[in-house]
């Protein structure tokens, strides 16, 4: 959209954010003939950490129509994973769970921006460099009020809608309004810190080690190691492999930016394997990034003129990659329920209140996966449930195969059989690896 294209009065639907969750559901509402209006405050392409995406994310882009411009992008593919746990090594491989269409390791600067570009196509009026600062909802016609930043100058303006939806990430700016954001149980609170290295080896399925010249050759797999404080991730792209690591926040709360810097590099050239792969790979200055206090969910996420979707929503430990599909199961079934909504609009309190269980659902499933743990902090073990028996058998046994590398099955375990399934034992877990050859 041109820096001077002006922004609208009003809209049909108004969403806050321009990062996976908000692009689309932003395209999905535009395929259906909707007036949508996408304000984002930053200018795409965003510094982002590297991202690796699981299969399941094909059929979400196949429904926005994002899937050919993806493909053609040139991502990495990615074979599986390896995790060094607490000394024990373990693979897993997508094909021998039935996914045909390859995992990927994504620079997401340039994964957002061809999402949001995507959904400008399909007819979105996107707007960067906007910033919301007010919403009132407690109106015929919600409210919002920006901070337009394309000139340079700071100009303030209103647009009105029948929903807006919050796809704003951490900012989760309904969240701030509502007061309804709670940090988790304070043992179960992390912080990440990331950076990028040039020049670094990758692990590929085999368990050896290859040069970053030979990445789109032999593919790479997700390298997960833990550490005495918490875990780290490597995951090789095109230019660059994409290093972090996730520790508990009181550890490194006392700490300033450049502590947690020299912490992170210190941490990186005494963790397992780790300084194999980075000996003579090269840190990129000023790539250094961190996210603090990143575990969290909201109380309210959904009503009759709002949704918060993707990190507005909840965020939790990323170990299982699930964030990105987060955002894309929650753009598409928020889109589904607006479309419903703006058909009858009398019917809007109920398709917003399935939403939110359905939100609920897969967050809740997420943290169990992630945390080995249920029952509290926003998760209700019954949606998590009932959401299990949906999903497909040949996913959760995926899902559980990448929680016993973790060694956080046993709440996974005992939520299927509450559930009523019988996951199986053989096809459910890890393959077992005597080394690996870096």
Avoid at 107 to 114: A, G, T, V
Wanted: proline share 3%; with cysteine; hydrophobic share 40%.
């Amino acid at each position: 959209m041109s820096t001077n294209s002006k922004i609208p009065s009003r809209c049909d639907v108004l969403v806050i954010g321009g990062g996976p969750a908000g692009s689309s559901v932003a395209a999905l509402l535009a395929k259906q003939g909707i007036d949508v209006v996408l304000l984002e405050k930053a200018l795409h392409p965003r510094p982002q950490v590297g991202e690796s995406l699981i299969p399941h994310v094909w059929k979400y882009a196949d429904k926005t129509g994002v899937s050919a411009l993806i493909e053609r992008e040139g991502f990495v593919a990615k074979a599986g994973g390896i995790t060094v746990w607490n000394g024990n090594i373990s693979r897993i491989a997508f094909s021998e769970f039935g996914f045909d269409r390859p995992a990927l390791h994504v620079e997401r600067d340039i994964f957002d921006q061809l999402l949001l570009k995507h959904a400008e196509n399909l007819g979105v009026s996107v707007f960067q460099q906007v910033a919301v600062r007010k919403v009132r909802l407690d109106l015929d016609s919600p409210n919002i009020g920006y901070v337009d930043r394309r000139g340079g100058d700071a100009v303030e303006g209103n647009i009105t809608c029948r929903f807006v939806i919050d796809a704003s990430g951490a900012s989760a700016v309904l969240a701030g309004k509502f007061k309804s954001k709670r940090l988790v149980d304070s043992s179960m609170r992390f912080l990440s810190l990331w950076g990028h290295f040039k020049g670094s080896r990758y692990v590929a399925a085999d368990g050896r080690s290859y040069p970053a010249s030979e990445v789109n050759t032999v593919r790479p797999v997700t390298f997960v190691t833990s550490f005495e404080d918490g875990w780290i991730w490597h995951i090789a792209m095109r230019q660059y492999a994409s290093v972090g690591l996730v520790i508990n926040t009181e550890r490194a709360r006392a700490m300033d930016k450049s502590e947690r810097e020299g912490f992170f590099l210190d941490t990186l050239k005494k963790a397992p394997y780790l300084e194999r792969l980075l000996d003579n790979a090269e840190y990129l200055p000023g790539s250094f990034s961190q996210r603090p206090d990143y575990s969290y969910y909201s109380t309210r996420l959904c009503g009759e003129n709002f949704y918060c979707i993707g990190d507005a929503a909840s965020f939790v430990d990323p170990i299982y990659s699930h964030g990105v599909l987060n955002a894309f199961y929650n753009a598409s079934i928020t889109a589904l329920a607006v479309t419903e909504s703006l058909k009858d609009f009398t019917r809007r309190g109920r398709h917003a209140q399935l939403c939110e269980n359905r939100i609920r659902q897969f967050y809740g499933f997420s943290r169990s996966l992630a945390l080995g743990e249920f029952g509290g902090d926003g998760v209700d073990a019954e949606l998590v449930r009932r959401f299990m028996r949906q999903v497909p058998s040949v996913e959760l046994e995926l899902m559980l195969a990448a929680a016993s590398m973790s060694e956080r099955s046993e709440n996974f375990h005992r939520l299927s059989m509450h559930a009523g399934l019988n996951l199986h034992p053989v096809r459910s877990k890890a393959h077992v690896m005597e080394g690996l050859a870096l």
